[in-house]
């Protein structure tokens, strides 16, 4: 399952990191790594952004970007 399929409310761990290059690299630069727990606040009406809150930081993210990102 991926971040962007996760309900609204709900709290995930990220089981891991997919894509390549700049793109994985911005997303770890969010703090966003393998193990930490994602809380998603809200989702736009078309999936696009996605608001999270990780680590204490409330972050935006787009919809492909929350696709790369695995969680359990």
Known sequence: MTLR???????????RLT?????KRRIMDMGITKGVEIYVRKKAPLGDPVEVTV???ELSLRKA???MIEVE
């Open 19 to 23: 894509g390549d290059g700049p793109v």
């Open 55 to 57: 680590r204490g930081y």
């Open 5 to 15: 399929e996760t309900a609204v409310g709900k709290s995930v761990r990220v089981r």
């Open 65 to 67: 970007d929350a696709e």
